[in-house]
């Protein structure tokens, strides 16, 4: 009877241990599927979730926000100078940096390559100019350390916020783009948050 006893218990033990592990399992693969690996930040797919989230909630309770777009300048320079090595602590360098800027709710995503985007939750359009400059004016402030060498890192950003901008996801997004499109064009190390700005650079011959 004892013995009876002892193998029930050893087998819904196992049994816990198991189910516990694939369920733990399955977390991990969750969180891998919506995480960069090389920044520790959430990737392009969770980004498309939550601007799905954040557009509901605007819909719904009348909460704006503000869409980031930001690019690594001189990505490729860094990489061809340094090599690749050099090139991802760059990135995760970036991610770093701006983190530490960014308020609790924001969320920071890499969207791929050295292209960036920032959900700003609840911000009106002035505000998210300024978060932009803020996060501008940090990077430029925290060069990376390459063998005891500060490697200058700037990066160039597009504003674009709800309502103003648009009112759809596919509007804002390419708002955004464009202006950190014509942030690149105008010199680099700089934020766009109008159209005006952006269609003036536009116009000028290149």
Avoid: W
């Avoid at 709710?105 to 960036?116: H, K």
């Avoid at 063998?147 to 596919?170: E, F, I």
Wanted: aromatic share 6%.
């Amino acid at each position: 009877m004892a013995s009876f006893v002892v193998t029930c218990l050893l087998s819904g033990l196992f049994a816990f241990v198991f189910a516990y592990r694939a369920r733990v399992q399955r977390r991990l693969l969750a969180r891998q599927a919506t995480i960069d690996p090389l920044t520790g930040i959430g990737n392009r797919r969770t980004m498309d979730a939550e601007l799905d989230i954040a557009m509901a909630d605007s819909k719904r309770y009348g909460i704006d926000f503000g869409l980031l777009v930001l690019d690594l300048d001189h990505f490729k320079q860094i990489n061809d100078r340094f090599g690749h090595e050099v090139g991802d602590r760059a990135l995760a360098h970036f991610a770093t940096v701006l983190t530490q800027r960014l308020r609790i709710n924001d969320l920071f995503c890499r969207m791929g390559g050295e292209e960036f985007a920032v959900l700003l939750p609840g911000t009106p359009p002035g505000r998210a100019r300024e978060i932009a400059e803020s996060l501008r004016q940090r990077l430029a402030d925290k060069p990376l350390e390459v063998a005891g060498s500060a490697v200058p890192m700037t990066l160039s950003a597009g504003v674009a916020s709800l309502g103003s901008d648009g009112q759809s996801l596919d509007e804002l997004m390419r708002a955004a783009d464009r202006r950190t499109y014509a942030a690149k064009r105008a010199g680099r190390n700089q934020v766009i948050a109008d159209e005006d700005e952006a269609s003036a650079i536009d116009a000028v011959p290149g």
